[in-house]
């Protein structure tokens, strides 16, 4: 799964500190091998460069 610009996601990574919080894409960088990373920001701050795979999507409330 792909995310776009303004979606709201939570982290998995053991080894930030924001592993397990909730922020919001701000933006989709592609890297040479076509694949996506992403810049996530969150209360008190920001994760740059983290993979799909690190992500999950947070399911809306609508």
Do not use: C, N, R
């Not at 894409?25 to 799909?52: C, H, L, N």
């Amino acid at each position: 799964m792909s995310f776009e610009k303004e979606d709201e996601v939570v982290l998995h990574d053991k080894h930030s500190e924001y592993d397990g919080e909730t922020g919001k894409i701000t933006q989709v960088m592609e890297t040479m091998f076509g694949d996506a990373t992403y810049t996530v920001s969150f209360e008190d701050g920001q994760e740059t460069g983290v993979p799909e795979d690190s992500l999950e999507a947070v399911e809306s409330e609508e």
